[in-house]
């Protein structure tokens, strides 16, 4: 009795709900502390930093794309490739965490193929966790160790060990089945697929150093220095807020949050912190999401 509530769609619904509320809160706590006057004051001042960071949406496009034509390669379907795409990244918007954008994309393939494409996608989703806490943990034993207070031997002994089972589990599982009864339509998929998972993982590990990088230039874009050291704060504020669950929108408020507890004592600054990161969201998420609303099908 105690599995099945504890796996309830409803638990998690309310568990999300009640952690949402209490970032929601911090969020509005932090930005109640925001000088508008500052904020007024905020311009680009390097707009070269600023105009490569735009470029390299297209390229973290492109990155999560190469993904998805990867995956239809891999299941012998050639069509419909940027429009079920771009129907992905619309429900992945509109759903926790970005995990829903298989729901727009197999609308567009018959039926028969639908588990397979939910399960690669989910297979796709993992490699970029797998790189998120990846990062992370290199950013942890860089620069945030100390605030966890743990003694460096020992910390560096759980990291290694995070890292084994996460990618022993990635690359010699097959739990990418949400449906029991899609086991024996998937798992023959699934049992000799080593080299395509690694191509969705350096794909995935490539992709989050593109938009790490694009984070740390619309900082140079607003004025803030270059340092080696932000770019590690950023892959920490990936790695928290991958570890964060979320209700819909990519993270919205949940990121920010993150933003300002980590990058506050580190570079000040919470207006431009802020800026950088809704910023950041309209152009990997926002801008895309509009310019998939039409690609959306309901129906096949």
């Known amino acids: 009795m105690y599995k099945s509530i504890k796996n309830s769609p409803i638990v998690s619904l309310f568990v999300k709900l009640i952690f ?12 109640n502390k925001l000088s508008w006057i500052e904020i007024k004051k905020i311009k680009i001042q390097h707009p070269l930093s600023f105009g490569l960071a735009i470029l390299l949406s297209f390229a973290n496009q492109y990155l999560e794309y190469s993904k998805w034509k990867n995956i239809l390669k891999f ?7 940027i429009q079920s ?24 393939y018959p039926r028969m193929k639908r588990p397979q494409i939910i399960a690669l996608t989910m297979l796709s989703n993992g490699a970029q966790f797998i790189a998120s806490i990846y990062f992370g943990i290199i950013s942890l034993a860089w620069l945030g ?28 599982d097959n739990f990418y089945i ?28 490539i992709r989050h150093i ?3 990088t694009q984070y740390l230039l619309l900082f140079l874009g607003f004025g803030i220095p270059f340092s080696f050291e932000l770019l590690g704060w950023i892959w920490q504020i990936y790695f928290w807020s991958t570890l964060s669950p979320s209700l819909l929108m ?4 949940i990121r920010e949050s993150i933003a300002l507890w980590v990058l506050v004592p580190i570079i ?15 152009l990997n998420q926002g801008i895309i999401a509009v310019i998939a609303l039409p690609f959306f099908k309901k129906q096949v």
């Open 268 to 282: 000040g600054h919470p207006e431009i912190i802020l800026s950088t990161s809704i910023t950041l969201w309209v």
């Open 75 to 81: 299941i012998d379907e050639s069509k419909y490739k």
């Open 85 to 108: 795409y771009l129907a992905g990244a619309l429900t992945g918007f509109l759903t926790p965490s970005l995990l829903g954008n298989f729901i727009g994309r197999m609308y567009y």
């Open 20 to 31: 949402t509320s209490v970032v929601l809160y911090i969020f509005y706590q932090q930005i």
């Open 178 to 205: 949400p449906i029991p009864k899609w086991k024996t339509k998937i798992l023959p998929l699934l049992s000799n697929t080593k080299e395509f998972r690694l191509k969705l993982l350096t794909l995935s590990i």
């Open 145 to 172: 160790q100390k605030q966890l207070n743990i003694p460096t031997f020992e910390f560096y002994i759980v990291s290694i060990g995070i890292t084994i089972i996460l990618l022993l589990y990635y690359f010699f």
């Open 250 to 253: 990519g993270k919205l408020f």
């Open 210 to 212: 593109v938009f790490s």
